[in-house]
């Protein structure tokens, strides 16, 4: 194949991933990506100059500094309307979307209470969480009637997770989860698009802001050992209340549907791969080398966008001051030249360090949590049902931004 038709291939492949309907699979486009290079270059994209694909290119630009996330003053130079939604101003109030010392000031207040001893000290909690809610799927799966897995189960452990980490008191979690949902939709394909969507969004926003405000001025008053309480007393005069408020609203939603979907992914995994199924349920310890290869093999996130704040240059690719980067993290975790067989999934892989949790200065907070909490839900899960199967067969999942199954329907008995 000449260098022409390699490059035409390739945009193809990027125009089938970016199509506004979704993308049902995404892994033989990244290996047509791969083909052409680790580096795509986009001279005629309005919205990027270049896009990372492999695991190298990828790492790089989440690991220079001239690469940034966009941030509100990158948005106000498109327009100032976002400014009205109350959902888009709490992400941009967010460290997710804040770059320089504004970001490592507010990474720092929230990171200091992501201690391994407070994630070993959730550990518990957790099991207790995952043990409530596999009675509540028995109850509703008894007389061998389907269940919906993402619904009764896996939306509702990891609300209930982070609900424990920031400290909502238990009588609040039913409230506030139909709320982060809301949220949640506004980062859905389309999302922020669809005026519906966003109205939800936003009243959800401003309610949980609302009872964020509340719950700040009550741990004040009565600290306990919770995240709230510990951000609260380290960032006295370093924090406005404003950027409190946006980054517990942010917070939760970042650690809620994404490890929704690792449950609900994984667990598709092994349906998909029966003998998996059965050597993971005989072998609970292989936990977390199976939680490993699902967040290499099946992300939630497959990509991340940066800017360039200066000329630079990725994998001998300049991309110009001001120049958009898609970064594929899905594409990076599948890449020929840093995995052998990256289509197989291979538990038994050694230092797999997929790029599922990003890297550099935005790498994910909850990546800790994250495999604390399905190293335990998993092995929990499978050894409660030992006959969990699809009810049906599996769904087509479409979106990339947040990739999980719209339903999981199984039988239990
Ligand atoms: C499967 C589960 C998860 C996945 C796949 C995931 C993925 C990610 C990714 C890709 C980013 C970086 C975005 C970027 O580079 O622009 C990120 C950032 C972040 N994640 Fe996670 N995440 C997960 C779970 C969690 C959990 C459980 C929490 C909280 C307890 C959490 C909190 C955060 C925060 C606060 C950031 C922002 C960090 C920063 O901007 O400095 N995440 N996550």
């Not at 719950?215 to 409190?244: F, N, Q, T, W, Y």
């Not at 967040?295 to 990509?303: D, G, T, V």
């Not at 990725?314 to 975790?333: C, I, Q, W, Y």
């Amino acid at each position: 194949m000449d260098t022409a038709d390699s490059a035409s291939d390739a945009i193809a492949a990027l125009a089938a991933l970016r199509d506004r309907s979704g993308c049902p699979d995404p892994n033989p486009l990244y290996q047509v990506l791969h083909q052409h290079g680790e580096v795509l270059e986009l001279a005629a994209d309005r919205q990027y100059s270049a896009v990372a694909v492999s695991y190298h290119a990828c790492n790089q630009v989440l690991r220079d500094p001239v690469f940034q996330v966009v941030d509100a003053a990158l948005m106000d130079r498109g327009s100032t309307r976002w400014r009205s939604s109350a959902t888009l101003n709490a992400f941009m109030g967010s460290m997710l979307f804040s770059n320089g010392q504004d970001h490592s000031r507010v990474r720092r207040l929230f990171g200091q209470a992501f201690t391994p001893r407070r994630m070993a000290a959730l550990e518990p909690a957790i099991a207790a969480i995952t043990a409530r809610h596999l009675d509540k799927l028995a109850e509703l799966g008894a007389d061998g009637a389907p269940v919906d897995f993402m619904l009764e189960f896996a939306f509702r452990v990891p609300s209930d997770v982070m609900g424990e980490l920031v400290g909502l008191p238990e009588a609040d979690r039913e409230w506030y989860y139909p709320r982060a949902l809301a949220i949640h939709g506004a980062l859905e394909l389309g999302g922020t698009g669809d005026p519906d969507v966003m109205r939800r969004a936003d009243e959800a926003t401003t309610e949980l802001t609302g009872y964020f405000t509340d719950l700040v001025k009550e741990r004040r008053a009565h600290p306990c050992d919770d995240l709230i309480s510990s951000v609260i007393e380290a960032g006295e005069g370093l924090i406005s209340e404003a950027e409190l408020m946006a980054n517990l609203v942010v917070l939760f939603n970042a650690g809620f549907v994404t490890t929704t979907h690792l449950l609900g992914n994984g667990l598709g995994q092994l349906f998909k791969e029966p003998q998996h199924l059965a050597r993971l349920r005989a072998h609970p310890k292989l936990a977390p080398a199976y939680v490993e290869e699902f967040l290499r093999f099946e992300p939630s996130i497959h990509f991340v966008a940066r800017w360039a704040a200066e000329e630079a240059e990725v994998a001998g690719v300049r991309v110009p001051k001001g120049g958009g980067v898609l970064v594929l993290l899905g594409a990076g975790n599948r890449d020929p030249r840093k995995y052998e067989h990256p289509d197989l999934f291979d538990p038994d892989r050694t230092a797999a360090q997929p790029l599922s949790f990003s890297g550099g200065a935005h790498y994910c907070l909850g990546a800790a949590l994250t495999r604390i909490e399905a190293g335990i839900v998993v092995p929990m899960l499978l050894e409660r049902f030992p006959a969990i199967a699809p009810a049906v067969p599996l769904a087509g999942r479409t979106h990339l931004a947040l990739r999980g199954y719209p339903a999981l329907p199984v039988t239990l008995a």
